[in-house]
């Protein structure tokens, strides 16, 4: 299926992107094709700030108050700081009402990811840690051990039972496993991974997700799908942003999800 053209070429897109990525690990990892172009950069962070993390717990806690049970999926979760700087907030911000949303699974095709990701070693960069505080103060204690250097500065944290049992960590590739998400009551992040994609793959991907999620579900973003133009392919699937920008929701009775109903059932 031929993509829209987003405006620039793809690796000229990634290229760019790299050159104001606002995440600030120094041990990512650049994963390249056997033709040695771009596949993958595996750069993330805690409270990466392309979420506003906090309003974003308050609309989970509104959209699913009377919600029993919701399954918050990560897909492209790199080493895992993602999941954890939401379990954190969850825990947090709501208490024992964040019971719900746990565990949180997620996942990333990249076996030493979900290796290093279980392993809960992180080292934190100055400007990390400024997010980590904006987000959580000095909270962050409660689930990690923090070492720090020579003036007292946090550099490593390792993650303790509070945060672990919080999130399941599994290798999986979302082109292929995508299907086995539940439908109702899914929070997906999908978050600065499409412009990886192999050209088509996207749109593939972004039908596979719509057809999958119904109307309480949502889907989360990053900055950098957004600017290259996913969340537009996401519209023509009956999606629309919420107030949370980077997060969106499916219309119940859009034109494209009913045809998605009328072709599930193999009606005309
Ligand atoms: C830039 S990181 C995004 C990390 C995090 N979601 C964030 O926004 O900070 C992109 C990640 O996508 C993962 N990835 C690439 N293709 C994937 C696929 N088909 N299935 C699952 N993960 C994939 C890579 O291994 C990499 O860790």
């Not at 897109?13 to 690990?25: A, Q, V």
């Not at 030493?112 to 934190?124: P, R």
């Not at 999620?213 to 600017?227: E, M, Q």
């Amino acid at each position: 299926m031929h993509v829209e053209k987003i405006s620039l070429n793809k690796q000229d897109f990634l290229y760019k992107h790299k050159r104001k990525d606002t995440t600030f690990k120094s041990s990512f990892r650049t994963v390249y094709n056997d033709n040695f172009s771009l596949k993958y950069n595996t750069n993330t962070c805690f409270f990466r700030s392309d979420l506003n993390w906090k309003d974003f717990v308050n609309y989970l806690n509104t959209k699913y108050k009377n919600t029993q049970k919701v399954n918050i999926i990560d897909f492209a979760c790199s080493t895992g700081e993602e999941p954890y700087s939401l379990a954190m907030l969850l825990d947090l911000q709501l208490g024992k009402d964040a019971e719900k949303f746990f565990p949180i699974r997620a996942f990333d095709i990249d076996e030493d990811n979900i290796d290093s990701a279980k392993k809960g070693i992180f080292s934190i960069h100055k400007t990390e840690l400024d997010f980590l505080e904006n987000n959580v103060e000095d909270k962050y204690k409660n689930y990690f051990r923090v070492l720090t250097d020579n003036y007292g500065v946090p550099v490593w944290f390792v993650s303790n039972d509070n945060i672990e049992s919080k999130v399941i960590f599994e290798q999986s590739d979302m082109l292929k496993d995508m299907f086995k998400i539940p439908s109702n009551n899914t929070v997906l992040f999908c978050k600065n991974v499409f412009p990886y994609l192999a050209n088509g793959e996207e749109y593939n991907l972004v039908k596979q997700i719509s057809k999958q999620l119904d109307a309480s579900s949502a889907i989360v973003l990053g900055c950098f799908d957004i600017s290259y133009g996913i969340d537009k392919l996401f519209e023509k699937e009956g999606f629309k942003h919420t107030s949370q920008y980077n997060v969106m929701e499916k219309l119940p009775y859009h034109k494209a999800v009913v045809q998605n109903i009328l072709r599930t059932f193999k009606i005309k």
